[in-house]
């Protein structure tokens, strides 16, 4: 008995231990634990934070980008407008008719637009009228081939195609020579956009 009284060094030693030991353990559950949580809750939020920063930059990064994109389509588009005419203009659409028609070898005997806006199409269209001949159906045909991709032309409402006699002058003089001559008449809508 005389070991477990209180006087006894080694029982007060024990005691103390047991007594920090506890302290300890308290300290940590109730002011170390919590600031462990509250860590682990400050990086999750650090994380998100720095997500949301990045994302950020490279808008910030990107909107540089679109910028200076922008900024470069502008340019293009006024040295556009300073090339391309203003308004519709029918004059420059019915010289790249005479160039198709040059290039695939045929004549144009009549070529018409119409300033009445065709119903159901759009703004600035108009229809048209044209009529080619030539001596070869094979230049006819590649006359509508190029029609069929001129970029402008919306729609073909009607195409004929005849073929008949021609009587061609010589130099001149009298003498008449009889050939077969072809001759197409294709009415549409065109575009007269003032981009071409």
């Given amino acids: 008995m005389n070991d477990l009284s209180m006087s ?51 808008a910030q990064k990107r909107e540089k980008e679109l910028l200076a994109e922008n900024k470069m389509m502008q340019e293009r588009i006024v040295e556009l407008q300073k090339i391309l005419p203003v308004f519709p203009d029918e ?7 005479q160039v198709m028609a040059k290039l695939c ?24 009228q044209v009529s080619v001949s030539a001596n070869k159906l094979d230049n006819i045909r590649y006359f ?18 005849q073929k008949g006699s021609s009587k061609s002058g010589f130099r001149g003089s009298f003498q008449q020579a009889k050939g077969s001559s072809y001759s197409a008449n294709i009415s549409g809508i065109i575009y007269l956009s003032q981009r071409k």
Avoid: C
């Fill in 91 to 97: 004059f420059l659409f019915g010289e790249e008719f």
């Fill in 8 to 58: 006894n060094p080694k029982t007060k030693l024990t005691l103390w231990v047991v007594l920090i030991l506890i302290l300890a353990v308290v300290f940590y559950w109730f002011l170390i634990k919590p600031q462990f949580a509250q860590i682990n809750t400050l990086k999750s939020q650090i994380m998100t934070k720095e997500q949301k920063l990045a994302t950020l930059l490279l």
């Fill in 105 to 128: 070898g045929v004549n144009i005997d009549s070529l018409t637009f119409v300033n009445r806006k065709p119903k159901g199409a759009p703004q600035n269209s108009v229809s048209f």
């Fill in 144 to 161: 509508l081939i190029h029609i069929g991709s001129f970029p402008q032309i919306i729609n073909v409402n009607s195409l004929s195609l």
